[in-house]
T-cell receptor, first 113, second 113 residues
Framework: DTGVSQNPRHKITKRGQNVTFRCDPI?????LYWYRQTLGQGPEFLTY????????KSRLLSDRFSAERPKGSFSTLEIQRTEQGDSAMYLC???????????FGPGTRLTVT | ELKVEQNPLFLSMQEGKNYTIYCNYS?????LYWYRQDPGKSLESLFV?????AVKQEGRLMASLDTKARLSTLHITAAVHDLSATYFC?????????????FGDGTTLTVKP
């Protein structure tokens, strides 16, 4: 399978715990994006990487959130001290610099109890 | 700030009928995407529209773009049950937004026999 993969697919955690998600993009894609989608809404941009450099972060990304892409390949998104409001689907997408079309992974559904 | 509005948000159709979903966006953009999302699943790319007057068709779905009106439409012809899903439009500004997408809130389509 050469598509975008995400792990885990589902995560249930208790409030206050830390969680980490992983995204493996399409191998030749140099851009990687993280989005968050809550029920009944469209995905909202969180952050993106060009190779290993994190170039933009949304105001939605509080300081409890951190993302890395250490070697310009896979990326991790960590949420510290989770809150119930963090419950959402976290989507990863990757693209080439051009033509920009983003390919989405299956998502990680986070439930904070 | 780029905003994307879709209407209607919910649409219930009879099989065999035609209908149109509308997507308005607030500022000039470089490309417009349409995605399909089934419950609990990720986003499936349907169309990418790049220029004014662009029209693309796939099966019973046809998408068009009017950049002057900042409007895209997704037309459904002779709906069938398999088209039941949530449809999102997303707009992208390559130069200023580095390819990240701003999504509408989606149109949930239910096709009834």
């Amino acid at each position: 399978d050469t598509g975008v993969s995400q792990n885990p697919r589902h995560k249930i955690t208790k409030r206050g715990q830390n969680v980490t998600f992983r995204c493996d993009p399409i191998s030749e894609h140099n851009r990687l994006y993280w989005y968050r989608q809550t029920l009944g809404q469209g995905p909202e941009f969180l952050t993106y990487f060009q190779n290993e450099a994190q170039l933009e972060k949304s105001r939605l990304l509080s300081d409890r959130f951190s993302a890395e892409r250490p070697k310009g390949s896979f990326s991790t998104l960590e949420i510290q001290r989770t809150e119930q409001g963090d419950s959402a689907m976290y989507l990863c997408a990757s693209s080439l610099t051009a033509p920009h079309e983003q390919y989405f992974g299956p998502g990680t559904r986070l439930t904070v109890t | 700030e780029l905003k994307v509005e879709q209407n209607p948000l919910f649409l219930s159709m009879q099989e065999g009928k035609n209908y149109t979903i509308y997507c308005n966006y607030s500022t000039t953009s470089d490309r417009l995407y349409w995605y399909r999302q089934d419950p609990g699943k990720s986003l499936e790319s349907l169309f990418v529209l790049l220029s004014n007057g662009a029209v693309k068709q796939e099966g019973r779905l046809m998408a068009s773009l009017d950049t002057k009106a900042r409007l895209s439409t997704l037309h459904i012809t002779a709906a069938v049950h398999d088209l039941s899903a949530t449809y999102f439009c997303a707009v992208c500004r390559i130069q200023t937004n580095a390819g990240k997408s701003t999504f509408g809130d989606g149109t949930t389509l239910t096709v009834k026999p």
